[in-house]
């Protein structure tokens, strides 16, 4: 009895020591990056168009077109990747049967479409760009970007999907109702999963420089046409923090900073949404 003690308060110690490990890189990171980047951020900055001197210790211009350029792509991909993926998940958890072949095929298709790194996806847009004989755009990082994160949509709202109870379908069945009409129980009950899955594409995407590298092109003004290339915070502070200056350098913090606070505050937005969509679910 006595070494279960001891095996149970050693495991303890390591699962503590884990969490604070964890912990401690999640503070470095947010520390490092406001000490960088907190002097170097200003108004100006946020809010002017990009001109040469941002790249050089003279200053001069501000990122306004890539935080409006990531905007860009992230709504717009995101808004594709949902229009594109609900449908899938219900039709292998409504239409298709609960051990179907095809849909056990599909999962495993949608894994492996998880695991590869961004900067394949990116390499294959180019590819495809190179082919139709097409420049970086907008367009083409929103296309990319929205192939990048189906499988995050697919594989969390799948999960979800799969806890369902399928008594309450076969209740939905007797009580008459066709499938595409069962299709919108499942959906309250499930739009907590929705919005999880959500904030997980949208933070994939919005932090992602690999897939945009290759396929949106670089620019320091504004899109108006999905045809112009468009820049990203991404790309800006890999571009910034490859300069020389050390100026230019924390600019490139700065622009983290401000990644780092959009991030936080489609978290905390998505947190809620999360919380106002758990109290349609059955207990």
Do not use: H
């Not at 809010?47 to 860009?72: E, N, P």
């Not at 998940?89 to 495993?108: E, G, P, Q």
């Not at 990082?141 to 994160?149: C, D, S, Y």
């Not at 997980?200 to 932090?207: E, Q, T």
């Amino acid at each position: 009895m006595r070494f279960k003690f001891i095996e149970e308060k050693i495991f303890r110690s390591l699962m503590i020591a884990a969490t604070l490990l964890v912990f401690a890189f999640v503070i470095s990171i947010i520390y490092t990056i406001i000490m960088r980047g907190w002097n170097a951020l200003s108004w100006d900055l946020v809010s002017r168009m990009g001109t040469s001197g941002l790249y050089t210790s003279k200053g001069g211009g501000g990122f306004l077109s890539a935080i409006v350029g990531s905007l860009y792509i992230v709504g717009a991909s995101t808004c594709l990747g949902l229009l594109i993926s609900i449908p899938v998940v219900f039709y292998l958890n409504v239409y298709l049967k609960k051990r179907s072949k095809m849909a056990y095929i599909a999962r495993i298709a949608y894994d492996v479409l998880f695991g590869i790194p961004s900067i394949v996806y990116g390499a294959f847009g180019l590819t495809i760009m190179v082919y139709l004989g097409l420049k970086g755009s907008l367009g083409s990082g929103i296309i990319v970007v929205t192939l990048l994160i189906i499988p995050i949509f697919i594989r969390s709202m799948d999960e979800v999907a799969r806890q369902f109870p399928r008594d309450i379908l076969d209740a939905t069945y007797a009580l008459g109702a066709t499938r595409f009409e069962t299709i919108g129980v499942v959906l309250r009950q499930i739009s907590p999963g929705i919005a999880t899955a959500t904030l997980l594409s949208v933070g994939r995407a919005i932090g992602d420089a690999a897939s945009v590298m290759l396929t949106a092109g670089y620019t320091d003004n504004i899109p108006s046409r999905l045809s112009q290339p468009v820049s990203s915070l991404p790309m800006l502070i890999f571009n910034l923090y490859n300069q020389p200056a050390k100026e230019a350098q924390d600019r490139g913090y700065a622009a983290a900073l401000v990644l780092t606070l959009i991030v936080l505050a489609l978290s905390l937005a998505g947190r809620f949404i999360t919380n106002r969509f758990s109290k349609n679910k059955l207990q």
